[in-house]
C-alpha cells in the first residue's frame, strides 16, 4: 500500500465518524443540488416559450432521468458498501475487481436503457405521463434562433434529440402551391396577414443584374445593385440586435463581393508620419493610400478598420435611412463610397 493510500486508510478508520460524516458528506451534497438545479435551469429556459405542453416535457425527461440515476446508484451504492468494507480489511485486488464489475455493469446496463428507450420511445414517453401534446416535445425539438442556428441543431442532436430542426428547414418547398425559400425557409419572414407570412425574397440575383444592366444602358455608369434588409447592428441603447434576418443582402451584383482594404489614418498620422503636418502630411497620406498593397489584414496599419463584408456594411447604412415604417422602403442611393481620402 503506498504513502497516500496509507494515509487515507488510517484517516478512514482512526478519524472521528462525525468528523469524516461531514467531510465527505459535503460534495454528495453539491452533487445533488446540482442535479436539481440542471432540472430547474431546464424548466426555467423552457418555460420562456411561454407553451404549458414543452414545460410539461420537461416533467417527463426528468422522470426518466430519475429512472436513469436510481440505476446508476444501484450499482455505485452497492459496490461501493463492498469495497468500503474491502479496504477496511486491507483486500485491495477484491476491492480493485468489485469496482470494476460495479463500474461495468453500469456501463452495460446504460447502454441497454438507451437501446430499447430509443426503440420504445413513444410507448416509454407515454407511460411516464406523457399527453399528446407533450409527446412530441419529448423526443423532437425545434430550435428557433436565427444565427447561432447550426451550432444549436448539433449541440441538440449530440445530446439525445431524434430530430432537431431550425426555421430554415420548414417551407424550403411549396405546399399545396404556397411560397417558399430553398435556401432559408421561413428565417425572414413577416407577418403579413392573421393567416399569412411574407418570405425572405429568393432568385434576387437575376434582379440586381437586370437593374444594373438597364443603368448602365441608360446613364453609361457602371452602377452596384443589391437588395438590403435587416442592418447588420446592435443598438448600444436598447441592446436590440437589428439583423433578424438571416443575411443582410440576399443579392448583389459582383463589385460589393469582399471587405474593405483600408488604411487607418489616424494610426499613420500618428506613427509613421508623425513628424508632419499640414500639406506635407496630406500627400504623403495619399502617397501611402494609392501604393498600399492589395491585402492589408494582419498589418498594424489597418488596426481599427473595419474588417466586415462590403454589402454588411452597405446595407447596414441603407437600413439606418429606410426603414420599413413612415419612411417606407425606397430606393436608397449612395454615391462615393468606394472614394477615398487620396480621390476626394
Request: aromatic share 10%.
Amino acid at each position: 500500500m503506498g504513502e497516500e493510500q496509507e494515509q487515507k486508510f488510517h484517516q478512514l478508520t482512526e478519524e472521528p465518524v462525525s468528523r469524516m460524516i461531514s467531510h465527505l458528506a459535503v460534495p454528495c451534497i453539491i452533487s445533488m443540488l446540482v442535479t436539481a438545479f440542471y432540472n430547474m435551469a431546464d424548466t426555467f429556459f423552457v418555460g420562456m416559450l411561454r407553451s404549458n405542453a414543452a414545460t410539461g416535457a420537461v416533467g417527463v425527461v426528468f422522470s426518466m432521468m430519475a429512472v436513469i440515476q436510481a440505476v446508476g446508484f444501484f450499482f455505485g451504492h452497492g459496490s461501493g458498501n463492498f469495497i468500503s468494507r474491502e479496504l477496511g480489511r486491507r483486500n485491495t485486488d477484491s476491492a480493485s475487481n468489485m469496482a470494476a464489475t460495479g463500474f461495468f455493469s453500469a456501463l452495460f446496463t446504460g447502454l441497454l436503457i438507451c437501446v430499447f428507450g430509443e426503440i420504445f420511445l413513444t410507448p416509454l414517453a407515454a407511460f411516464l405521463g406523457s399527453s399528446p401534446t407533450i409527446l412530441p416535445y419529448a423526443k423532437d425539438v425545434l430550435a428557433c434562433d436565427i444565427h447561432t442556428r447550426a451550432r444549436s441543431k448539433r449541440l441538440l442532436l449530440q445530446n439525445g434529440a431524434r430530430t432537431a430542426l431550425g426555421l430554415d428547414d420548414i417551407m424550403t418547398k411549396p405546399v399545396g402551391g404556397s411560397g417558399f425559400n430553398p435556401t432559408y425557409g421561413l428565417l425572414g419572414s413577416n407577418k403579413a396577414t392573421e393567416e399569412t407570412v411574407k418570405l425572405f425574397p429568393r432568385d434576387c440575383e437575376a434582379f440586381v443584374k437586370a437593374v444594373q444592366d438597364e443603368l448602365l444602358a441608360k446613364t453609361g455608369k457602371h452602377i452596384e445593385v443589391m437588395v438590403y434588409g435587416d442592418g447588420a447592428f446592435k443598438d448600444p441603447v436598447g441592446k436590440i440586435w437589428e439583423l433578424a434576418d438571416p443575411v443582410v443582402s440576399p443579392a448583389y451584383t459582383s463589385g460589393l463581393e469582399g471587405t474593405p482594404n483600408e488604411l487607418k489614418l489616424k494610426y499613420l498620422a500618428d506613427n509613421e508620419f508623425a513628424n508632419l503636418s499640414g500639406q506635407a502630411l496630406r500627400e504623403a497620406i495619399e502617397k501611402a493610400i494609392e501604393t498600399k498593397d492589395k491585402n492589408l489584414k494582419g498589418t498594424m496599419a489597418t488596426q481599427g478598420t473595419t474588417p466586415r463584408r462590403l454589402t454588411d456594411l452597405i446595407g447596414s447604412l441603407c437600413d439606418l435611412t429606410s426603414g420599413s415604417g413612415d419612411k417606407g422602403t425606397p430606393v436608397v442611393w449612395i454615391q462615393g463610397y468606394f472614394t477615398n481620402y487620396a480621390e476626394g
